[in-house]
């Protein structure tokens, strides 16, 4: 395979998950017009390799005495004499990385979708407070946003207190 790349593209940044989320789509897409194109290719060699197969059993057929036939090839003396040509050797080893490379990129492919599945659980991570710690919120910040929520909740008490002396000076 031509472009290992995917490596790369695969890897997920914990600290950058917005981006990851962003051209997670398109990375995906990128894979998977490679994994087509991978798939093209080896249906064209599998083509190349039945049409040369075919040729050569048409010369084995009318050149069967120059070929070192003793009599006229039965069609199993044609097929175990096809594997051992070279035209046939070099169209075989064609489709076999042909077909490495279509199933690498279908690995990719998948490999892309449990990308796609791993980002989610890091967000649901990310917003369940899994990686806030001290280390990487601080204790200022902390402290701060604990004041803030007190604070509020200060607020909520007191307008809870005024709308029950509202009520109790209407009735």
């Known amino acids: 395979m031509k472009d290992d790349s995917y490596e790369s593209d695969l890897k997920i ?3 950058s998950l917005e981006e990851a989320l962003l051209n997670q789509a398109e990375l995906y897409a990128k894979w998977t017009a490679k994994w087509a194109s991978a798939v093209k290719d080896k249906s064209r060699a599998k083509e190349d390799l039945d049409v040369t197969d075919s040729e050569l059993t048409q010369k084995a057929r009318k050149n069967w005495e ?16 096809i594997p051992d040509q070279d035209e046939h050797k070099e169209k075989q080893l064609f489709l076999t ?9 279908d ?5 892309f979708e449990h990308r796609s599945r791993a980002l989610s659980d890091l967000v649901k991570l990310y917003l369940s407070g899994y990686y ?8 200022d910040a902390r402290d701060l946003l604990d004041e803030i929520r007190k604070d509020k909740h200060i607020d909520q008490l007191n307008e809870s207190n005024q709308r029950s002396l509202l009520k109790r000076r209407k009735t």
């Open 107 to 111: 690995g990719v492919k998948w490999a």
């Open 132 to 139: 806030a710690d001290e280390k990487t919120v601080g204790k």
């Open 13 to 15: 940044d914990k600290f």
């Open 66 to 81: 120059i070929l070192g036939f003793h009599k006229f090839p039965t069609d199993g003396m044609v097929t175990a004499w």
């Open 97 to 105: 990385e042909a077909t490495y490379d279509a199933n690498i990129l």
